[in-house]
């Protein structure tokens, strides 16, 4: 069974910096592109990024380019999304995401708040 474990969100002031994680376990991590998107308030959710098992950044977000960047580590079953020089329109709950099996897994989402 896909488990999705996101940590790492909080309370971050404009021009801040966070790192998401994702640990993920029940598949072969290394074998799936992994995901991370976001649902602001009252919007709808997002993709922000993609990382490929060919290591490759894709779907990469217009609107978080040059700031924000995803990653993985084979080796700890973990992806992750570091954020930097936060805005107030970066707040949003972040889940990462994959597919496997024709079945797309979610993790319960970290909650992100960028204010002063």
């Known amino acids: 069974q896909v488990q999705l474990v996101e940590s790492g969100g909080g309370l971050v002031q404009p021009g801040g910096s966070l790192r998401l994680s994702c640990a993920a376990s029940g598949f072969t991590f290394g074998g799936y592109a992994m995901s991370w998107y976001r649902q602001p308030p009252g919007k709808e959710r997002e993709l922000v990024a993609t990382?490929?098992?060919?290591?490759?950044?894709?779907n990469l977000a217009n609107s978080v380019k040059g700031r924000f960047t995803i990653s993985r580590d084979n080796a700890r079953n973990t992806v992750y999304l570091q954020m930097n020089s936060l805005k107030p329109e970066d707040t949003a709950v972040y889940y990462c995401?994959?597919?496997?099996?024709?079945?797309?897994?979610w993790g319960q989402g970290t909650q992100v708040t960028v204010s002063s």
């Open positions: 995401n994959t597919l496997v099996g024709f079945k797309y897994s």
């Open positions: 990382f490929t098992t060919a290591g490759v950044t894709t």
